[in-house]
């Protein structure tokens, strides 16, 4: 089976499920499953290096990843406001810190912490935004946007790289990417901002959504090539090897890492948008 065809069957399986999470389960029947997921996806990081995954802190900041997305979901459901949020992962960071460099040796002093402070921050941030963009006014269709635009960016710029790339993007940390691909890829995704505006964004201007198009369809890339630094420095070629055509777990989800937060900072610091907090 060829790698494009694996990535069709899977996206064919996984895309409807998640569409009728979104759909029927609100932020509540996402909860659950964006905590599998970023922990997967956590555990996949630490496990590309070994010196760091063979560390206990390494397990206690898995732990510490899957219950900050907890706590950015019960924050999108109302249940826990923004400033108790940030000082208990201020104390968890500092404990994080603490556990690691007493816990490290000879060898790294640090106990590994800078790199495994990156997997907290990292990935259960990116994962988190998606919960609360599912928690605002509208949140239904802010998520399947975000998600059908970061899944148009990949596959354009993924076939177009294959059929008729050849100025590569970034040859040191990804060969195979090209900037013919990287810019097919925001075209869809300014096509996908156009055609769907009116129905998952009515609130938003058309202008307001072609530039957040543009923007998040090649800041979601950068993703993509900040992931391919992680796995150049450790040495792989996928995170893992879970999701058949894709490779593992960080390798599908890299670039939504980036554009949920893109997407959640405009809609809160340019539109206004924020969690409800019911306490």
Known sequence: MTNLLQRTVAALILIPLLLALVHWGGVRGL?????????LAQ????????DIWKRLSSRVALFGGAL????LGLMARGRLSPDTLLVLFFLFVTFLLAFSIFSGDEQDRMGGFPLILTGVIYIP??????????????????????LGLTWIVDILGYVAGKSFGRKKLSPVLSPNKTWEGALAGIAGGLAWGLSTHR????ALSLQEVLFISMLISGWGQVGDLCESAFKRVAGKKDSGSIIPGHGGVLDRIDSLL??????????????????????
């Not at 909860?31 to 922990?39: D, E, T």
């Not at 129905?199 to 009515?202: A, I, K, R, S």
């Open 68 to 71: 900050f997305i907890f706590g």
């Open 199 to 202: 129905f998952l964004m009515p």
């Open 258 to 279: 980036f554009n949920s937060v893109a997407l959640y900072g405009i809609l809160a610091i340019v539109e206004g948008y924020s969690s409800r907090v019911w306490l």
């Open 125 to 146: 941030v990116g994962v988190g935004m998606i919960l609360l963009l599912r928690g605002l006014p509208g949140g239904e269709g802010f998520v399947v946007y975000l």
């Open 43 to 50: 555990w996949e990081f630490y496990r590309m290096f070994p």
């Open 31 to 39: 909860l659950v499953p964006g905590i599998v997921v970023g922990s």
